[in-house]
């Protein structure tokens, strides 16, 4: 005989399986980064304590940090991070992040704080940090960006790079030098 194999086209095993290799897959492409985003330490030590924060105490947090960056208040800011607000609060919608708040208010003290705590340099929608140091002119501050990862050729949400909006010669070289597309 004509012997007929029973091909199910749904086979539990072969789920189970596909599903461990996605959820292994997906945990292990998390890896450095805490369960709200927060990114950690090479050492383990998560950088922001993912604390479980309600939207009330993430909105105060929130306008606590603004409110540091506004009167330059470092101690202020520090607070607001080891409260729980994540490192890379932005405006509704990600378009414009605390570090590049900090960055456009000229606020070195905090950048490198929020840079030290595993701030995203290249986070951004509306506007990112390098873009902000370049339309206030910031020589200094753009050379700390690009050391630390910033890409000169990050495009916002208007499709801007950092270097169209460089208010002087000096900030333009400086991104040109680190490989900005001319």
Known sequence: GNR?????PFNPLRLNGALIFFVLIYFNSRE???????????DGE????????????????YIQMQDAIAQGDLSKAKR?????LPINSATEGGKITIL???VSEQRKDIVRHLVDKGADVNF????????????VGD????????????????RVSNGLIAL?????????????KAGANV
């Open 139 to 154: 020589g200094e501050m753009v050379e700390f960006l690009l050391a630390h990862g910033a890409n000169p050729n990050k």
């Open 124 to 135: 951004g929608g509306l506007t990112a940090p390098l873009h902000e140091a370049a339309m």
């Open 164 to 176: 169209h909006l460089a208010k002087d010669k000096k900030v333009a070289i400086l991104l040109i």
């Open 4 to 8: 007929s194999m029973n091909i199910s």
């Open 46 to 61: 998560t950088v922001n304590a993912n604390r479980e924060i309600d939207k009330e105490t993430r909105n105060n947090l």
């Open 32 to 42: 450095g980064i805490g369960e709200d985003g927060d990114r950690k330490k090479t």
């Open 100 to 102: 590049s708040r900090a």
């Open 80 to 84: 607001a991070i080891a409260d729980g």
